[in-house]
Nanobody, 121 residues
Framework: QVQLVESGGGLVQPGGSLRLSCAASGSIFRINDMGWYRQAPGKQRELVASITNGGSTNYADSVKGRFTISRDNAKKTVYLQMNSLEPEDTAVYYC???????????????WGQGTQVTVSS
């Protein structure tokens, strides 16, 4: 059973910073792409940032220059450093990972439970 557990969300003032973490656990053969999505009230879930196993990154235009995604393959963990936070960044942030549980099975996408980020004065 694969689990993704996020941490690091909370309440922060505009202009502040937060660092999200997401650790994968369970029976894992290989983790491919990892990423962060967010969903604000009344809006669709959207990609924030993603990172390949080799470290190539991709960002939504709205967060470029403010957010940084990184990963520690040994710890099976992905991070999202969020700086210069704006009220528009308020959302539930979800971790996502493409994971192969054995070498004989196709990989699947897994989701974390989500962590709330609120940017408000």
């Amino acid at each position: 059973q694969v689990q993704l557990v996020e941490s690091g969300g909370g309440l922060v003032q505009p202009g502040g910073s937060l660092r999200l973490s997401c650790a994968a656990s369970g029976s894992i053969f290989r983790i491919n792409d990892m990423g962060w999505y967010r969903q604000a009230p009344g809006k669709q879930r959207e990609l924030v940032a993603s990172i390949t196993n080799g470290g190539s990154t991709n960002y939504a235009d709205s967060v470029k220059g403010r957010f940084t995604i990184s990963r520690d393959n040994a710890k099976k963990t992905v991070y999202l450093q969020m700086n210069s936070l704006e009220p528009e960044d308020t959302a539930v942030y979800y971790c996502n990972a493409n994971i192969r549980v054995t070498m004989f099975r196709n990989p699947n996408y897994y989701w974390g439970q989500g962590t709330q980020v609120t940017v408000s004065s």
